[in-house]
C-alpha cells in the first residue's frame, strides 16, 4: 500500500485495528498510547509527531520504506524551497525510533 498523506496512514492504522477486532481504547492500551491518541492517528492529523508513530507502524509489524518519485513541478513564484531532494542528508529511520 503507498502511503501518500496522513489520512491513508490513518486508513490502515483504522484497517488494521478493526481486522484484530480491537475498539480506539483497546487498541490504545496495547500501544501504550491515548485513545485520542489513535483517534488523530486515524483521522489523519497533520500533526502528529513522527517518532511515536514510526514506533507504533513497527509495533504492528509494518516496515517503512522510503522510496523516491519524481517530484513534482513548482509553479513559478512559488515559496516553496526548490533546493534538488539528492541533496538531502540521508534519514535514519531506527535512530527516530529508538531515540
Excluded at 21 to 39: C, D, E, M
Excluded at 51 to 64: A, K, T
Aim: proline share 4%.
Amino acid at each position: 500500500m503507498r502511503i501518500r498523506s496522513p489520512k491513508d496512514l490513518g486508513a490502515l492504522v483504522r484497517d488494521y485495528r478493526k481486522s484484530q477486532g480491537l475498539n480506539q481504547t483497546a487498541f490504545a492500551r496495547k500501544l501504550g498510547v491515548t485513545q485520542s491518541y489513535i483517534s488523530q492517528l486515524e483521522n489523519g492529523k497533520r500533526t502528529l509527531q513522527l517518532g511515536p508513530v514510526l514506533r507504533i507502524l513497527c509495533e504492528l509489524g509494518f516496515s517503512v520504506e522510503i522510496g523516491r518519485e519524481e517530484p513534482k513541478r513548482i509553479a513559478r513564484g512559488s515559496t516553496r524551497s526548490t533546493a534538488r531532494r539528492s541533496s538531502l542528508p540521508a534519514i535514519d529511520i531506527d535512530q527516530i525510533v529508538d531515540g
